[in-house]
Each structure stands twice: as C-alpha cells, then as structure tokens.
C-alpha cells in the first residue's frame, strides 16, 4: 500500500531563517505530487505541484519554493521565512489516472 | 472564476442522527468532486468522490449528492458517530484538471 511520510511534524523558526520541509511517498511510481499550506481555521491552499522529477507549477508567488529531486521526494524550501509562512503544510500525491489526493500527516511551522 | 464553498462552518449532531453537510461550487463546467476529513492536527483524509455524470455516490455510512443544476454537492453521514467529530472539506478539480481546490470547511461535532 501506499504511504506519505512528511518531516518535521512540527518546526519553530525565527523570522529570517530558511526552511526545509521534506515529503516522501512509497508504494507508487511517478506520482503528482502536491504542496498545500493551511491556515489556522481555514481551508488548504496550494502552492506547488509536481507531475515528475524537476518539474514545480507554482500556484501562490511567494518567498517559498520546491523542488523534486527525486521521483517520490517533494522538497518545500525558503531562504528567508516571514511571520506569514506560519502554518500547517501539507504534502499529497495522487495518481495518473485519477484526481483524488492523499494527504501527509503535515507539519506545524510557527515562524516567531 | 473557480470557487468552493460550503453553507455552515459549523454543524453539531447527536450521536446516531445522520448529519448532512453542504458544499456550493461556481464552475458549472466542474466533473469531479470529492469529500475530505480532518482530524485535528492531522491530514486531510479521503472520504469519497463523485464525478459529475452521478448524481449520487454511495460508501459506508457515507452518501454523497450532486445536483448540478444548482451547483450543489451533500455530504451524508449516517447514524454519526463521535468519531466522526471532525473539519469536512469538499473540493473540485480545477480547469486545468492539474489539482483541487478546496471549500473552507465544515466543523462537525457530535455529542453523546
């Protein structure tokens, strides 16, 4: 079966400071893949996705970036986090043939 | 423009009635739906998804309606449970058919 593993689950990092969130998925070859960030209370934004290896649609412009350097790895990155990058964000794949979307466990990012 | 909706942000039940939750789209031309659950602090969880040429689509314990005449979509929850306690969110496949764009969510709390 499948399985999509995010890390870290939760991370608290200074204003200015870069960022690295890194988003794995097992049991499936070339999947899309998906960046989602989620605000408190609110409902989940894409921000990248991904349909092969070095291939990034951004959604959002912004201070953040990704990359996928591999099949089934999917990177979310800044060089300089803002007090507006706190939030909970979401990695998902979905397969070729369909639209549906498997969600990660997510990770917590307060910017302080 | 693409847009996802739903009625009420918040929605509380007893323990085993069944509950319904609304989604309104705008994008008549829109052919696939899905329903999501979330668990506070966790990913989003697929629940089931419909594409536009069913009016309905049956689960276990969960039905999901559209009617696309009125741009609407239902959630169905039979006999709630406390477990299902939970943030509900439908989404649609965007234009492009490249990812979901997701309502802003229902908070579903059911009480023994």
């Known amino acids: 079966s499948q399985t999509i593993h995010q890390w870290p689950a939760t991370l608290v990092q200074p204003v200015g400071s870069p960022l690295s969130l890194e988003c794995t998925v097992e049991g499936t070859s070339n999947p899309n893949l998906y960046w989602y960030r989620q605000a408190a209370g609110r409902g989940l934004q894409l921000l990248f996705y991904?349909?092969?290896?070095?291939?990034i649609s951004s959604e959002v412009p912004q201070n953040l970036s990704a990359s996928r350097p591999q099949d089934r790895q999917f990177i979310l990155s800044s060089k300089k986090l803002l007090l507006s990058d706190s939030g909970f964000y979401l990695c998902?794949?979905?397969?070729?043939?369909?639209?549906?979307?498997?969600f990660g466990p997510g990770t917590r990012l307060t910017v302080t | 423009g693409e847009s996802v909706g739903l009625h009420l942000p918040t929605l509380s039940v007893q323990e085993g009635d069944n509950s319904i939750i609304n989604c309104a789209y705008s994008?008549?031309?829109?052919?696939?739906f899905i329903w999501y659950k979330q668990e506070s602090g966790k990913g989003p969880q697929f629940i089931i998804d419909i594409r536009s040429n069913m009016d309905k689509r049956q689960g276990q314990r969960v039905t999901v309606l559209l009617n696309k005449t009125v741009k609407h979509l239902s959630l169905q929850i039979a006999a709630t449970q406390p477990g299902d306690s939970a943030v509900y969110f439908c989404a649609e496949k965007n234009q492009a058919g490249t990812a979901l764009i997701f309502g802003k969510g229902t908070t579903l709390s059911v009480s023994s």
């Open positions: 991904s349909v092969g290896i070095g291939q």
């Open positions: 994008n008549s031309a829109s052919d696939y």
């Open positions: 998902a794949w979905g397969g070729r043939e369909g639209y549906e979307q498997y």
